[in-house]
C-alpha cells in the first residue's frame, strides 16, 4: 500500500447544514479506467469528506496507475467545504470529495468549481450530476426503514414513510435530526409533498415519541440490539451489520415504489477552481467515475453505482429508477431553512 501524507480534519467548524444549499449531480458511465498513465507523477491534494478505510484503496490505485502522488485530507464534509471556501483563490485543494450533495452545492453557488470536462460527465446519467457540470455523483444510497425482525411483524410495517406518525408507531421510531442524510431527506420532503406536509409530518414524529440518535449507524445498532424497533438510515448500515453478524434480527424495508421515504442519495466529486494543477485533478475525478474506480468504491460500503453501466455490488438490492421518489436534485434549497425547519419540530438529539 502506498505510504502517503495525509491529515485528518475534525468536526471543529460550525455545522455546514445551516448554511448549505441543496444542488445537482450525475452522469453515464464507462468501464474504462483512468486517462492517465503510470509515470506521469505530479501531485494532487484531495480533501475528502469519506471515510479513510473506505477511499485509501481506490486512491492508492489511481497513484499506481497515474504515478500522481495523493496528499489526502480527511475530515467532515460541511467542514472541509468551509475549508475550501475559507482558503479561496489560495486554496489547496485539487479535488473535493463529499459524501453528500449539499457540500457540494455550497461551493457551487459560491462559484468556487471548475466546469469538469464532457468526458468525465459523460460517464454518469444527467440526473446524478450538477446541472451546470461542476461536480458529478460517484455513490448512490437509498434512505430505507430498518427494523428488528424479532419486534417488528412485515405485516406490521407502514405504507408510506409519512404513516410513520401514526399510533402504531408511537415510540417506536428513530432518527437522526442533525445527520446530512436526513436533512436531505426533509428537503426532498418539502418539494415531492410540499413544506406544509412536511412540517406536518416532523411535528407529528415528534408528538409521537419519535427517539433522536447522532448518526445513522447509532441508529442501526440500536435497532439490532433491540433498544428500539425501528429507525430511518441509509441502506448500506443494514448490510453492514448483517455482514458482522448474519444472524442479527434486523432488516431492511424500502418503502413501495416512488414514496418519498425511498430517497435516493449521491456522494459527489469536484474540481475547486483554486487547483493548481485541473487537468491532473480531472482525471482523478474520471477515475472516480470509470468502471475501475466505481467498482472499488461501492465495494467499501455496498452502496450502488452512479456510473451508467456498472453494476451494483451483490450484496445491494437491486435498484431502478422507479424504486425512488422523482426527486430534482439539481434543484436548490436553502438547507439553513431546512435545519431550522427540523428544529422547530421538536426532534432534537
Not at 477511499?55 to 496528499?71: H, I, N
Not at 409533498?193 to 412540517?199: I, N, Q, S, T
Not at 415504489?257 to 475547486?272: H, I, K, Q
Not at 431502478?320 to 421538536?346: F, H, N
Amino acid at each position: 500500500m502506498t505510504s502517503r501524507p495525509r491529515a485528518i480534519i475534525g468536526a471543529s467548524i460550525a455545522t455546514l447544514a445551516s448554511v448549505l444549499v441543496l444542488s445537482a449531480c450525475g452522469t453515464s458511465s464507462d468501464t474504462t479506467a483512468s486517462s492517465a498513465t503510470a509515470g506521469d507523477g505530479g501531485a494532487l491534494t484531495v480533501y475528502s469528506g469519506r471515510e479513510e478505510k473506505y477511499m485509501e484503496p481506490v486512491f492508492d490505485a489511481y497513484e499506481k496507475q497515474s504515478g500522481t502522488t495523493l496528499d489526502v485530507r480527511y475530515g467532515d464534509s460541511a467542514d472541509l467545504a468551509l475549508l475550501v471556501d475559507e482558503e479561496g483563490d489560495k486554496g489547496r485543494a485539487d479535488v473535493f470529495i463529499a459524501q453528500s450533495p449539499i457540500s457540494q452545492s455550497y461551493l457551487d453557488q459560491k462559484d468556487l468549481l471548475s466546469p469538469l470536462p464532457q468526458a468525465v460527465l459523460d460517464q454518469v446519467p444527467a440526473r446524478l450530476r450538477a446541472a451546470d457540470g461542476d461536480w458529478v455523483g460517484i455513490a448512490g444510497r437509498q434512505r430505507v426503514l430498518i427494523y428488528n425482525t424479532d419486534l417488528v411483524k412485515e405485516s406490521d410495517l407502514p405504507g408510506s414513510v409519512l404513516d410513520l406518525t401514526g399510533d402504531a408507531y408511537r415510540g417506536k421510531v428513530a432518527v437522526a435530526p442533525s445527520n446530512a442524510s436526513f436533512q436531505d431527506f426533509v428537503a426532498a420532503l418539502n418539494q415531492i409533498e410540499g413544506k406544509e406536509k412536511a412540517d406536518a409530518w416532523l411535528k407529528g414524529l415528534a408528538a409521537n415519541g419519535a427517539k433522536a440518535y447522532a448518526k445513522n449507524s447509532a441508529i442501526a445498532e440500536a435497532v439490532a440490539r433491540g433498544e428500539i424497533p425501528m429507525g430511518l438510515v441509509n441502506h448500506y448500515y443494514v448490510l453492514e451489520i448483517l455482514e458482522d453478524d448474519p444472524n442479527a434480527p434486523i432488516a431492511a424495508y424500502r418503502f413501495p415504489g416512488t414514496d418519498a421515504g425511498s430517497l435516493f442519495l449521491v456522494a459527489t466529486a469536484s474540481v475547486p477552481k483554486a487547483s493548481p494543477d485541473k487537468a491532473q485533478a480531472d482525471d482523478l475525478v474520471k477515475f472516480l467515475v470509470s468502471g475501475m474506480g466505481q467498482k472499488m468504491i461501492i465495494a467499501g460500503e455496498g452502496e450502488y453505482p452512479t456510473a451508467t453501466g456498472v453494476s451494483a455490488p451483490g450484496r445491494a438490492p437491486a435498484l431502478t429508477e422507479g424504486d425512488y421518489p422523482a426527486y430534482d436534485l439539481t434543484g436548490q434549497t436553502d438547507l439553513r431553512a431546512v435545519a431550522e425547519q427540523i428544529r422547530e419540530s421538536g426532534l432534537a438529539n
